[in-house]
Every structure is written in C-alpha cells, then in structure tokens.
C-alpha cells in the first residue's frame, strides 16, 4: 500500500515536471554526408544544442538520397516517423497526400516565413495552404562557369546567347581546347538541358513545358530548337564525358583542360577549395537566357507523438529558417539563403550576384523550379522527360524524334 | 508419444523453414503481384486499378531498351562463358603439370565481388585511361576501342566483362565433369584408334549432359539478375543504353517513387526466370519418377 501511495506520487510528480517542462528532441534524417555539407549540418546541431534541444542524428549516405528515401519509406510504415527529413519539391506535397506530414503554421506565423521568403519558394513549403516543411537554402542551377584565362587566351568573351555560345565553343576548338566540360549522368545531362530549355522557351515557356507539362509547349517548334541545341553542345563536350562525375568536370575547367561548364553552384565549392578566386581564376555567370532557376533544399516535418519532440520539432523550424543559421549554412555549401533579409557582407561575387537575380526573378516572375534536380515535378514525371534527354543526348536520336517521344513520355508517367 | 513423434519429426524440423519460404517466398510474390496492379507512387496502395502499370512498361521506350538488352546479354554472356569455360577445361584436362597453378588463377575471378570488377573494367575500358590510351601511347594515333561510351556497343563491355568473371568458374564445373567421365571408355576407344577430338566431341562431352544444364541454369539466374556489375562498370549510360530489367526496377522502385511501376517489371522479370526454369524443374522432376 505504501509502495503504490509513493509510486502515484512520484509519478505524478514526474509527469507534471515533463508537461511544465518539455526537452525539445528531433531526429533528423538526412544525406549531407559528405565534407562541406556535413560541416553544415553540424551548425544546426550546435545551435539546436544551445537551445536546449536533444539531436537525434540519422544520415543515410547513398543513392543521392535514394537510400535515405528508402530508409524514410521503412519508418513511416512503420508508424515511427522521423522529426524532420531532407525533402525538397514536389515530393514534400508527394508525402503530405499520403498523409504523414505535421502542421508547422504556428512557426512559421510567429516567424513571419511569408514576408522573408520570395513567394515562388514558399509555396514549395506549403501543403494545402498550411506551412509543413521549412527552407534551407537556394542553389541557383542554370550557372556558366568558366576558365579566365582560356577565355582571355582565346579573346572569349562569357556568352549572353545561345548562338554567341556556339560561336565560342568552335573557336576553343579550332584552337585544341574542349569547349565544355561535361560528365555524360543523366542528371548532368538534365541539367544542361534545362539551361538551354530555359534560354530558348523563355521564363513563360519553361513554365508551361517543365512546371504545368503543357502538351503544345512540349511538342512546339522551340521545343525542337531546344534539342537542336543540346546536339550542338554534344559536338562541344571531350568524347570521354561519359560517365563522368561533375566534380571532375569541374576540375578540367580549374586546370585549363576546358573551357566552360553548366552546372549548379555546388561547383563553386569545388573551385574554392581548390583556393581559386571568383573573378580572378574563374568566372560565374548565369546560362544565356533570363530567369532562375533554383533549387532549394529543405526539411519537412513529420507527424511525431508527445510534446517533447512536437517541440523539437518547432525549435528546429524556428532556427532553420533563423538568420545566424542562414547565413553560416550558405557560407558552407556555396548556396544563397532562402531568406531575403539576411546580410550578404561575407559571400562572395557569385552569391551576391544570385542574390540579386532571385530578387529581380521573383519580380518579375521569371524565378522558375528546377525540372533536373526534383523541384518542379514528381519523380515519375521528371524521370519520364530525364529518360528521353539523355537518350537523344547520347544517340543519333533526331529532335523531332526526342520531341515526339518527350510528349509521349509525359502522358505515360502520370 | 515416441512414436508420433518419430513419425513427425520431419515435418516439425521441416516447418520453419516451410513457413519461412511460403511467408518471404511465395507470400511476397503474392504482394507484388498485387501492388503491380495498383497505382501505387511513393507507398503502397492497395485499391486495384487492372493491368495500367504494364500497358505503362511496355509502352515504355526504356523498358524496350532493357529487355533488348537483357536478351543480348543473356544469350552472348551464357553462349561465350560456356564456350570459353569448356575450352578451358578440355585444355586442363590434357594432365599439364602445372593444373593446380593455373586452375586456381581461372577461378580467381570469381572470388571478386561484381563491383571491383566492374569498376576494374570501367577503368581498363575508359579510352582515356585505359587500353585505347596505352595503344596510342605506344604510337598507334588511329588505335580506337570506345565501347564503354558507345551507346551501340556499351553492352558488349557488359558481356565482356561479365564472361571474364564467370567463365573460370564454368571451368571448374566442367573440368568435374570431364573427370567424372568413365577413364574405361576412353581407353577402349583409344586403342580403337579414334582420333583424341573425336573422344571429345562423340563420346565425353554426350555424357555431360546434365553438367551443360547445371551450368546453363547457374549462368542464365546470373544474367537475369545482373545489376552491380551494370552499376558499376557503367551506370546504366551512356543515357540508358545499358539498362537492364534489375536497374529499371530499381529506379523505378528508389529513385523515382514509383512502386507500381517497379512491381510490374519485377513480376515480368520473374516471367522470364520461370521461362527458364519451369522446364529445368519439370526435367528434373520427370527423370526422378521415371528413375
């Protein structure tokens, strides 16, 4: 009787110290694996530390994230979903319709998210009109990068066309130098693809073609003239690319092998650790072409049970999206913050000029997702179209051919 | 007590097992057989929706590109392993002294795991690294062996390479064979006069039949189920030239979020397998009643 009479009381004594007092807990599962990026998540472990939180860290290298959605795929069958998870695009509304995401709008109102974040990119953290996922930052993909001094040997001045890129590219041959690097993956080949897309169908354009799938966009003439050019670049490239990894693409543009690549701006992080300076060793510039095309990383929130990792789970919304967050993140992985009011004194010329293009993009609407890196589409869509580019890229493949079978592709993956 | 026991002891020793293989086996088959008939994207659904999912697949330019392959794969990797793996083995079997040496350098290949093989022949075949480089090196600027970034011939370095990790293993099986062929008949049909290729080909390689069916079973659920080695030796390019059922299904099932997809190409891939193997089963079980 005693025994019982004491247990109660201590355990109501426990009880009301954890309702009073809840220790915010997240696991976060998540992919940055790899040096710089692991640095970067390790500042959100330390600030989520200091706040008193407990840090549950779940990385699943592998597979580009494949491994980890596999892992992600295990746990919310299993009832046991993580706090937060590395998700970006249309897969974060992918998981909401299975019904498996939390509600962070209180957050994000107390945060002001809807004044800080350019409305494009906020709508990619909202499930049916309430906030579920919270931004990291924003990497601009549709980038040109180049060799200063190739360029200055050559007399090349960085392309503001197509056509003015054509024209380079022959001249850098003629003179024994590969005009673009390039490694021949599939999501490389994606890349360049929505660069030139981008270039050739205009803001409008890309939008109806990679964003709303319109099936006349898709089949247009431009559309071919888009294919045309990707067969033009495929001249362009060392008859070795396949296969090849960016990085290495990159180093071949560092080391004067060649001239110029396309890629996003996690290649500036290959340039800065090889100790080159923007501006000076190498050039930045956005792909011929107006628009933006961003992809943005982020963390969706998961339905959790008991008020200590619903905690958590706010806590770490709040700092994520926080300025100090922001900004020491971007500055590890080479990207930009989501948030438009964050002080820019310590990136360099290439971040503050994709700063400067977001905000003009996000005026004029020309500030468009990403097809190539999971942004503007569901898997099964981007990966029908990804299918089609990178086969004609590497066949004989004709443009109206590659056309035909992009609208047919389209239609079946749906 | 000791009795039922005695007569049911194999059927309880028998039953985890059963159970497991009905359950992880069959159970699971059952599953994807379903899911293959439903929507399903990121998780499973279950509300069926008829055969969408297949006429997807074989509208499919990608899927046509992987069964194509898979055809000219399995045929070219199972008729040159077993030719070379024969070869092999009648040279062995000509008493060298040396055996031992040289069949345990034959077999070494398959110790490798199919990832350092293919990462090994992604290097060697690579025309900037490997061979083409060394040739040109040598002085021969016209040299030219691009195959591995050839659209039209990538597929052939995945016979290749898949032929030189096999075929010392279909040695070894065929070289048991040899010996396990009765030494009289030979001898009679040596002091009959007849010619050393003439043994071979009427008398010793008949009566390996059953070793040729073996070795043809373990070769074609190696080709079907080929995936690694098309990772690592190619990444599935250039573009998807070197896509093979494995490598759909698993891009299907891990990347892009579409089991229902996934599901569908791994039940026509355990169509292919059954193709092969139904008949195998039924020989087999044919020749045991009639023994």
């Known amino acids: 009787m005693k025994m019982t009479a004491f247990a109660a009381v201590s355990s109501i004594a426990l009880f009301s110290a954890s309702s009073v007092l809840a220790n915010p807990e997240a696991e976060v599962l998540h992919w940055w694996t790899s040096g710089g990026e692991a640095k970067s998540v390790a500042v959100l472990q330390q600030e989520f530390a200091d706040n008193g939180g407990t840090w549950t860290d779940m990385p699943v290298a592998g597979g580009g994230g494949d491994a980890a959605m596999t892992a992600l795929r295990a746990r919310v069958l299993a009832g046991n979903a993580p706090t937060a998870v590395q998700l970006k695009g249309p897969a974060i509304q992918e998981w909401y319709e299975e019904g498996v995401l939390a509600d962070i709008s209180s957050v994000a109102e107390a945060e002001g998210w809807a004044d800080v974040l350019p409305a494009s990119i906020a709508d990619h953290m909202k499930c049916d009109g309430t906030w579920c996922a919270a931004p990291v930052n924003v990497h601009r993909v549709d980038w040109i990068w180049a060799n200063t001094d190739v360029l200055e040997a050559n007399d090349i001045e960085m392309p503001t066309s197509w056509d003015e890129f054509n024209a380079a590219a022959e001249k850098l041959m003629a003179a024994g130098v590969i005009p673009l690097a390039h490694g021949g993956q599939a999501w490389q080949d994606a890349t360049v693809f929505e660069a030139v897309a981008l270039g050739i169908l205009g803001a409008d354009g890309f939008r109806k073609a990679f964003v709303e799938l319109d099936e006349a966009t898709l089949t247009s003439d431009e559309m071919i003239a888009v294919f045309d050019q990707m067969r033009t670049m495929r001249g362009f490239v060392d008859p070795n690319f396949s296969g090849r990894d960016w990085n290495l693409a990159t180093a071949m543009v560092m080391n004067g092998e060649a001239a110029f690549q396309i890629m996003g701006d996690w290649a500036k992080g290959e340039f800065m650790a090889a100790g080159k300076v923007p501006g000076e060793d190498f050039l930045c510039a956005s792909t011929p072409g107006d628009g933006f095309l961003y992809n943005v990383d982020s963390f969706a929130m998961f339905d959790v049970d008991g008020e200590d990792k619903k905690a958590g789970q706010d806590l770490l919304a709040k700092l994520i999206v926080g300025e100090s967050f922001q900004e020491v993140f971007n500055l590890n992985k080479g990207s930009i913050p989501a948030r438009t009011d964050v002080s820019l004194d310590a990136f360099d010329s290439c971040a503050l000029l994709s700063s400067a293009d977001m905000q003009a993009s996000s005026d004029n609407g020309s500030l468009l997702p990403s097809y190539a890196h999971g942004m503007a589409l569901r898997g099964a869509q981007s990966g029908a179209i990804t299918d089609v580019v990178t086969a004609h890229f590497n066949s004989d493949m004709s443009s109206a051919e590659a056309v035909a079978q992009l609208a047919q592709a389209v239609a079946n993956s749906y | ?291």
């Open chain 2, 1 to 291: 007590m000791s009795e039922w026991l005695e007569n049911h002891l194999p059927k309880i020793v028998l039953a985890p097992s059963f159970i497991g293989v009905l359950v992880f086996v069959y159970g699971f088959i059952a599953w994807t057989a379903w899911v293959s008939l439903t929507r399903s994207k990121l998780l499973p659904r279950y509300e069926i929706k008829g055969f969408v999912q297949y006429e997807k697949l074989f509208d499919s330019p990608r899927w046509d590109t992987a069964m194509n392959n898979l055809f000219i794969f399995g045929t070219l990797f199972i008729v040159i392993a077993m030719v070379l793996g024969l070869l092999l083995a009648i040279m062995l079997d000509q008493k060298i002294r040396t055996e031992g040496v040289i069949r345990t350098i034959y077999l070494y290949p398959m110790a490798l795991s199919m990832i350092v093989t293919g990462t090994a022949w992604k290097w060697i075949l690579n025309p900037g690294l490997g061979i083409e480089a060394t040739v040109r090196g040598w002085g021969y600027e016209n040299f030219s062996f691009d195959w591995v970034v050839n659209p039209d011939y990538a597929i052939y370095t995945i016979v290749l390479a898949a032929v030189w990790q096999s075929s010392g293993f279909v040695m070894a099986l065929f070289l048991a064979g040899l010996r396990s062929v009765d030494g009289e008949i030979i001898k009679a049909a040596q002091v009959d006069g007849i010619p050393t290729w003439r043994i071979y080909s009427a008398i010793i390689i008949p009566s390996m039949a059953p070793i040729f069916l073996s070795a043809f079973i373990v070769l074609a659920h190696l080709a079907i189920k080929i995936f690694d080695l098309v990772i690592a030796l190619t990444g599935g390019g250039p573009g998807y030239a070197t896509d093979l059922p494995a490598t759909y299904m698993y891009a299907m099932a891990f990347s892009r979020g579409d089991i229902g997809q996934a599901a569908s190409s791994a039940m026509i891939m355990m169509l292919v397998v059954f193709t092969i193997v139904v008949p195998y089963l039924y020989s087999e079980l044919r020749s045991k009643n009639d023994g």
